[in-house]
Structure formats: structure tokens, C-alpha cells
């Protein structure tokens, strides 16, 4: 997401970093081209204006024409200017009620039977709740089973009565079981149609009021670009929601209904889907947003999702195996696992600043690990343990049964058997060596 506008940003500034002598007239230029990447990138019209004018008021006013590096001076102030665009500050969930209660609302399809089932794990996970979800979608019948698989994905109950169409009734019942069970957290999810119709929006004004909830969450798909701008000052005028959720961050949008909805509403986006699994969510940055979108990554969120996959008991175990040289295809396994849960492997990348353009029009996905994976399970468990007794006939075999080829099995081979010299030489030198080399 956002590659484009963030080249286009990057353009615009070489411009001024390249010029010897800064003018009036290179900011102006500049700021125009600013200006135009944005609406490219979907932003609202008046939303780009507003913030170009501002951008400049402040490059004049910090006098970015006599500064020592204009050009850096100017990308801060676009990146301060997008970071206050987006609402400045990260805002969490305000979960006070005893169950609290979180209202999602949207369109049909925009995503919010994935992010109900997205933060009943994170909760969970995260903050140790122990949340019910709730299916009011009554009008499609496959809605409640979705719900429900979602739930099952995650460990989380779920609430549905599939003979009733009477959704407050439904919640009322939902929060009644949730205190006589302990839950601390009711999610509701909603039905939606595919637009705006009055029947929904009084259905869903009726359960706010009928619920009150902590927390009205208005979901929706920043594919949809403008149109999520003005869906979202519909929904905003009836509900007066308390936070937007933009789901499918990962696909083609170009990005500027993220920032356009803030300003719109003025409603904070409290967080983004960026993909279809239940760890696809993140809360929502402001200031990281900013910057991914100028290309300087987001070292933050990558360290961050790698600490919450990272195991510290597997992780010492691991060590200990390293240094007795016991690292085997297991291991391996576990470690290419622990990889895949952090998500999609082409969002990762593009978190590492520099790599998100870099790899645009590369093809990395979830399946990158599909084949080492298979010719692991193809093995014995013997195998697994202690791979040099893998000989011809047993690479044939293995082959075979992963449906790759024998080059492909000799490939994995020797590269986990340099993994592993490489493990040995690492473990066996000790650390004032380590120390010397690395001073060397
Ligand atoms: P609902 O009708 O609002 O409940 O929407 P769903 O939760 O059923 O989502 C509609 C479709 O969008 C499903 O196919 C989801 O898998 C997909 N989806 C939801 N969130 C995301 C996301 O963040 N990224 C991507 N790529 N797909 C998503």
C-alpha cells in the first residue's frame, strides 16, 4: 500500500534536495507535486489543499529557504503535517463497562466479521480478556456460521440465536449470558447492506441505544477510496461512532481514504486489517503511517510483531540445542512457523525501510514456504532428527512424496547443513573471540 504516493513524494522532494539554491518557487513546485500525488492517492480534494496550504505556511515560517538542509527540513514538516493529518496520536479501546461492550458497524463486505474475530484475539492475547462474541447479523444465515468459524479460529464463544431476527433482543440476551459467564468484553457484529439504506441505519441506531456501548467501531474497506470517505460521514452522522477500523490495508488501495476519513469525521482510525488472518491487524500508528508513506519504513511495528510471535522458553530451548549442535528439521519447522505467523511475508518486508519499493512488483507470498515445508513433512521423523542418514534412495523417496524434485531436496539439504556449520562455528567461539573478530 501507499508505494505509489510515497515514490511520488520521494520525486517531488529530490527536487529540492537536488537543487543547490532553495526558492520560493522550487517550495512552491514542490508543494503542487505534493498536491497532486495525494489526490492520485485518493485523498480528498479539500483535505490535500488544506494540507499543502499548511505545509507551507510552516516551511515560511521555520524559514526552510536559508535552512541548512532544506530539503530534509521540508520532509519533516510533510511528515509531522501527514502525522497530525491522521489524528496525531494512537488511540486505544475505552473499555470500562463490566462487560464492555464494542458495536461494529459498516457495510456488508467491508470486513467486520474479520476484525470482531481480529480483536477478540487480540484482546485475548494481548490484554487477557476473555471476550464473547456476538453474531446480529440476522439477515444472511451464512453470517452466523462465519461468525462462528472466525470464533472457533481464535478460541473465542460465540453468541447466536439462529431462529430470532430480533437483534436487540439478541444482544440484550448476549449480555446477559456474558456476565452470568464471566466474559469481560461483548463483541457485536452487525449485518450490513451493500450501501447506505435507512432500514440498516435505523436498526443499528436502535442497538446502540438499546446497548450503549463503550465503543462504536465503524469498519471499512480502504479499497473503496473516496466512496469509504463518504460512507463514512454517513454512518458517523447517525451513529457518532468513536473510532474507524480500515480494513484490507494490504491490497491495491492507494491509501488516501486513511488520510482523508480523519479529517472528514474527525473520528480517530483505531485500526487497520491487513490481511485475511486473524493476526492481520494493527493498531493504528499515526506517526508510523507516516513513515511507511514516505519510504522510511516501520522498524516499530516489525519489532513489535516479531516480539509477539517470539516464544522466550522455545526461543532458550532453541539455544541450547544450537550449542549442542542438536539443531535439526524440527526446528527448522518450528522456526519457518514462527516466521508465517507474523503474517504475510511481503507486508513484513515492506515494514524494513528501502524494501517496500524495492519489492513491489516482486511475487513473495505465504506460499514462499510451500515446497520446504512439504519435502519437512515428507521426511521420517527419524530423518527429521538426524538428516545425514538422508541417502540417494531416501532423497528419491522424498522427493517424491512432496512433489517436488530431487534437486529441490538437495537444495534444502545443503543449506541446513551449512545453517548448521555455520550454528557450530557461531556457538563453539566464545565471546572475547566474537569480540576480537568483531573488532578486527
Ligand atoms: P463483513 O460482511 O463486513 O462481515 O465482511 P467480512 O468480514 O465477511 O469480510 C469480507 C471479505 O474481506 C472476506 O473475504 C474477508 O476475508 C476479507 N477481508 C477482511 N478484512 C481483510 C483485510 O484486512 N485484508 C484482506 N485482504 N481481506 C480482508
Do not use: W
Not at 9 to 35: H, M, Q
Not at 321 to 346: C, W
Amino acid at each position: 500500500m501507499f508505494e505509489n504516493l510515497s515514490d511520488r513524494l520521494e520525486r517531488s522532494f529530490k527536487i529540492l534536495k537536488g537543487e543547490g539554491k532553495i526558492t520560493e518557487i522550487n517550495v512552491a513546485e514542490t508543494l503542487k507535486d505534493v498536491r497532486r500525488a495525494l489526490l492520485d492517492a485518493d485523498v480528498n480534494y479539500k483535505v490535500a489543499k488544506t494540507f499543502t496550504d499548511t505545509v507551507k505556511k510552516k516551511a515560511m515560517g521555520m524559514n526552510v529557504l536559508t535552512a541548512v538542509k532544506p530539503g530534509q527540513l521540508m520532509v519533516k514538516i510533510v511528515h509531522d503535517e501527514l502525522t497530525e493529518l491522521m489524528g496525531g496520536k494512537a488511540v486505544g479501546l475505552k473499555l470500562e463497562g463490566r462487560p464492555a461492550i464494542i458495536l461494529m458497524s459498516g457495510l456488508q463486505g467491508s470486513g467486520k466479521t474479520t476484525f470482531s474475530g481480529k480483536l477478540a484475539n487480540m484482546l485475548k492475547a494481548k490484554q487477557r480478556k476473555n471476550p464473547l462474541l456476538v453474531a446480529c447479523d440476522v439477515y444472511r444465515p451464512a453470517a452466523i456460521e462465519q461468525l462462528r468459524v472466525v470464533g472457533q479460529t481464535v478460541g473465542v464463544p460465540v453468541y447466536s440465536e439462529p431462529d430470532s431476527k430480533n437483534v436487540l433482543d439478541i444482544a440484550a440476551h448476549a449480555i446477559s449470558e456474558a456476565k452470568a459467564k464471566g466474559h469481560d468484553v461483548v463483541i457485536i457484529d452487525t449485518a450490513g447492506r451493500l450501501a447506505v439504506d435507512e432500514q440498516m441505519m435505523d436498526e443499528i441506531e436502535a442497538l446502540k441505544n438499546s446497548v450503549r456501548p463503550d465503543e462504536t467501531l465503524f469498519v471499512v474497506d480502504s479499497m473503496t477510496g473516496q466512496d469509504a470517505v463518504n460512507t463514512a460521514k454517513e454512518f458517523n452522522d447517525r451513529l457518532d461512532f468513536d473510532g474507524v477500523v480500515l480494513t484490507k490495508l494490504d491490497g491495491d488501495t492507494r491509501g488516501g481514504a486513511a488520510l482523508s476519513i480523519r479529517t472528514v469525521v474527525t473520528k480517530p482510525i483505531k485500526f487497520v486489517g491487513t490481511g485475511e488472518k486473524m493476526e492481520a491487524v494493527d493498531v493504528f500508528h499515526p506517526e508510523r503511517m507516516a513513515d511507511r508513506i514516505l519510504g522510511m519504513g516501520d522498524i516499530v511495528s516489525l519489532v513489535e510483531r516479531a516480539q509477539e510471535q517470539f516464544d522466550e522458553k522455545q526461543a532458550k530451548e532453541l539455544e541450547k540445542k544450537i550449542r549442542r549442535n542438536q539443531f535439526d528439521f524440527n526446528d527448522f519447522m518450528n522456526q519457518i512457523q514462527q516466521i508465517k505467523k507474523m503474517g504475510n511475508i511481503k507486508d513484513l518486508a515492506a515494514m524494513i525501510p528501502g524494501v517496500g519499493k524495492a519489492i513491489k512488483d516482486v511475487d513473495i507470498d505465504d506460499n514462499a514456504f510451500k515446497g520446504i515445508e512439504a519435502i519437512i513433512n515428507s521426511m521420517t521423523p527419524k530423518e527429521r532428527i538426524h538428516p545425514e542418514i538422508i541417502n540417494q534412495s531416501r532423497r528419491m523417496r522424498i522427493a517424491k512424496g512432496s512433489g517436488t524434485n530431487i534437486q529441490d531436496v538437495n537444495r534444502l539439504l545443503k543449506q541446513f547443513d551449512q545453517t548448521r556449520k555455520m550454528m557450530k562455528m557461531v556457538a563453539g567461539t566464545s565471546n572475547s573471540k566474537m569480540m576480537q573478530m568483531a573488532n578486527a
